[in-house]
T-cell receptor
Framework: DAGVTQSPTHLIKTRGQQVTLRCSPI?????VSWYQQVLGQGPQFIFQ???????GRGNFPDRFSARQFPNYSSELNVNALLLGDSALYLC???????????FGSGTRLTVV | QKEVEQNSGPLSVPEGAIASLNCTYS??????FFWYRQYSGKSPELIMS????GDKEDGRFTAQLNKASQYVSLLIRDSQPSDSATYLC???????????????FGSGTQLTVLP
């Protein structure tokens, strides 16, 4: 079975640009969460979606937005990129919100 | 107080020793607790989950949970060089009152097992 898939793997953007990151959860998983991880820190929670509804949002500015589609795949959008947005963006899926999550391999975003 | 706090390390143990990793959390109502392993340049991998007080063993790994003390730990027996990684404690907790529970991570403990 395919795991959580994320695209693209790597991305380089310029300050002020916009970026869209994509995630396909494990088949049957209805919960998708997005995390940002900077070097030396644990993943920081950005969004959680369950059954296409937003269930939670972390302490991130409104430049960050996300959505979940009917097939449970998800997109994370970041507008007006800042240098500080450079990080590994992780998508995780779970069959239930209280279960452990399986992570994708992540998207490495570099803002220059 | 951080929502999920881990001993920052780094931690070095000789091969064959027991590695002990500790974690405390702020939300007394939390019910789900996890340990993830993250190799350098890779994404986190779930290695243990625990939901009830006490010990849970899986091979060389033992997770311990004490909800009264808001404490969860991971023991790695017979440590191997391949266990060298960052270990992340994660707790399903409420970020703020009225919010749904979210999987929240500590900053991780870097473990090095010396041959």
């Amino acid at each position: 079975d395919a795991g959580v898939t994320q695209s693209p793997t790597h991305l380089i953007k310029t300050r002020g640009q916009q970026v869209t990151l994509r995630c396909s959860p494990i088949s049957g998983h209805k919960s998708v969460s997005w995390y940002q991880q900077v070097l030396g820190q644990g993943p920081q929670f950005i969004f959680q979606y369950y059954e296409k509804e937003e269930r939670g949002r972390g302490n991130f500015p409104d430049r960050f937005s996300a959505r979940q589609f009917p097939n449970y795949s998800s997109e994370l959008n970041v507008n007006a990129l800042l240098l500080g947005d450079s990080a590994l963006y992780l998508c995780a899926s779970s069959s239930q919100v209280t279960y452990g999550y399986t992570f994708g391999s992540g998207t490495r975003l570099t803002v220059v | 107080q951080k929502e999920v706090e881990q001993n920052s390390g780094p931690l070095s143990v000789p091969e064959g020793a027991i590695a002990s990793l500790n974690c405390t959390y702020s939300d007394r109502g939390s019910q789900s607790f996890f340990w993830y392993r993250q190799y350098s340049g890779k994404s986190p991998e779930l290695i243990m989950s625990i939901y009830s007080n006490g010990d849970k063993e899986d091979g060389r790994f033992t997770a311990q949970l004490n909800k009264a003390s808001q404490y969860v730990s991971l023991l790695i027996r017979d440590s191997q060089p391949s266990d060298s990684a960052t270990y992340l404690c994660a707790v399903n907790l409420k970020i703020s009152s009225g919010s749904a529970r979210q999987l929240t991570f500590g900053s991780g403990t870097q473990l090095t097992v010396l041959p």
